[in-house]
């Protein structure tokens, strides 16, 4: 497994952006995932998400060069609207549930049927349990979310922007997995 080199930066527009976006229930913590992971930074205090929430993070891994595009959305219902342009050109969808709280796993299933709706079908989907840090309190097993996700055919990790436990691994795996498919499309 390459690392994958990090590049804080102001601009974004490289000529390889990869749009990931991630999707939830509110208080999930994407947005502390995002902050954690583009600006190193970590509230232990709930800032909730107003509509979308942008973060633009240069990498490398091996000699390929890209700008990671970070969405978050707000896990409130009354922005379904702007929905369909939030998974507009969306290589990577994470989907995340915190593992503290079991209605976040249950919903899982409505986030799926948002993105078959509104994103590409070649979208990668990742599943992503957060909050591991918090074991005491866990609601949901590590093996539900696993099984869950080899149901489904997606990568699986569970991961604290608390701790950054397997953070950039997260973000690392799914920026592969969508360079080797745009690799293969170019070879067809």
């Not at 102001?10 to 208080?27: A, M, P, Q, R, T």
């Not at 205090?45 to 107003?50: G, S």
């Not at 978050?72 to 369909?84: C, D, M």
């Amino acid at each position: 497994m390459s690392p994958l080199n990090i590049y804080y930066m102001d601009v974004h527009k490289y000529k390889n952006c990869i749009k990931i976006v991630l999707v939830g229930d509110s208080e999930v913590g994407k947005s502390a995932l995002i902050n954690r992971f583009c600006l190193g930074r970590y509230l232990d205090i709930y800032v909730p998400t107003i509509g979308i929430e942008k973060n633009y993070i240069s990498a490398h891994q091996d000699t390929r060069r890209c700008t990671l595009e970070l969405w978050a959305s707000s896990g409130n219902e009354r922005y379904k609207v702007i929905y369909s342009h939030f998974y507009k050109d969306a290589k990577g969808i994470i989907i995340v549930y915190d593992i503290t709280k079991r209605e976040s796993f249950l919903h899982i299933k409505k986030w799926i049927g948002d993105i078959q709706l509104y994103a590409e079908p070649s979208s990668i989907v990742f599943l992503i349990g957060s909050k591991s840090d918090l074991e005491g309190r866990r609601a949901v097993a590590y093996e539900e979310g696993k099984s869950l996700a080899d149901s489904l055919g997606y990568p699986f990790l569970e991961v604290s922007a608390r701790s950054s436990m397997n953070l950039e691994n997260s973000f690392l795996t799914i920026t592969r997995i969508i360079n080797c498919n745009q690799r293969l499309s170019m070879s067809f």
